[in-house]
């Protein structure tokens, strides 16, 4: 039965409003993934067909998409409200995502409410760490084998990371070819690990909670940044950890 749903998050940033307008128009492969930029007008086209319903630069940005193009949801809409903190240095947003999904309610609005949860903070450390730098953008996912509610915890023993690892605590892990990983953990409980390195953010998404394989995204803003190398790599790790050739 379709069903609307929302989900309202807010938070400030330590950088100026234009920051996050350029992040959320332009700068989408630095923390979500790589979108074409809204045609900067009301009505004009945004990112997979949808409409721009909102434009006020670098305050208000909406876009709306009533044919999301998969059967477990009709209607998807994001809209960013954005205002300026200690005379513009920093910025509030406040961030709605809401729509209709059609089948399955409950497993879909809680995938959604944690993804979100997760790439705003994803977009946070983009900010206050690496943008406006180009990015090498590269997405992958696991095996068949992967999709279960503990592949993400195999992912962090096949990393090296301890179990009592806490969010905000440096790691030295062991990556693709078992190279040396000096890494921040910049997020971690039962659904995602985030990993931000000098010149990159890597996020794992345990997508196992809710019927999919596990994925690997990596936002790369070295000057040399292989995009295709990344998605090669963590490819072949992801596939050694759950035994796939």
């Not at 067909?49 to 305050?59: E, F, L, R």
């Not at 949860?117 to 068949?144: D, I, K, S």
Request: net charge negative; hydrophobic share 35%; charged share 20%.
């Amino acid at each position: 039965m379709s069903k609307e749903f929302e989900i309202v998050r807010e938070f400030e940033v330590d950088v100026p409003p234009e920051k996050v307008w350029e992040a959320i128009t332009t700068g989408t492969g630095g923390y979500l993934w790589p979108m074409d930029p809204p045609e900067p007008r009301v009505g004009g086209s945004g990112p997979f067909g949808s409409t721009v319903t909102a434009w006020d630069p670098p305050h208000r940005y909406t876009n709306r998409s009533e044919d999301v193009g998969f059967p477990t949801q009709s209607l998807n809409q994001l809209d960013y409200t954005i205002e300026p903190r200690d005379e513009g240095r920093r910025a509030w947003v406040r961030y709605v995502h809401s729509g209709i999904f059609t089948e399955d309610w409950n497993n879909q609005y809680d995938g959604a409410s944690k993804h979100n949860n997760f790439y705003l903070h994803t977009l946070c450390e983009y900010l206050t760490h690496f943008a406006p730098r180009p990015v090498a953008f590269a997405q992958l996912n696991g095996p068949a084998a992967s999709g279960t509610r503990e592949a993400l915890a195999a992912v962090g023993h096949a990393l090296g990371l301890a179990d009592d690892a806490a969010a905000g605590t440096k790691v030295a892990l062991r990556g693709p070819g078992g190279r040396a990983l000096d890494a921040v953990l910049d997020y971690r409980n039962p659904y995602f690990i985030g990993l931000r390195t000098d010149n990159a953010l890597i996020r794992f998404f345990g997508r196992g909670h809710w019927g999919a394989p596990l994925g690997i995204s990596v936002h790369d803003f070295a000057p040399d940044a292989d995009a295709q190398g990344n998605e090669s790599a963590w490819q072949d790790w992801l596939n050694g950890v759950f035994s796939q050739s």
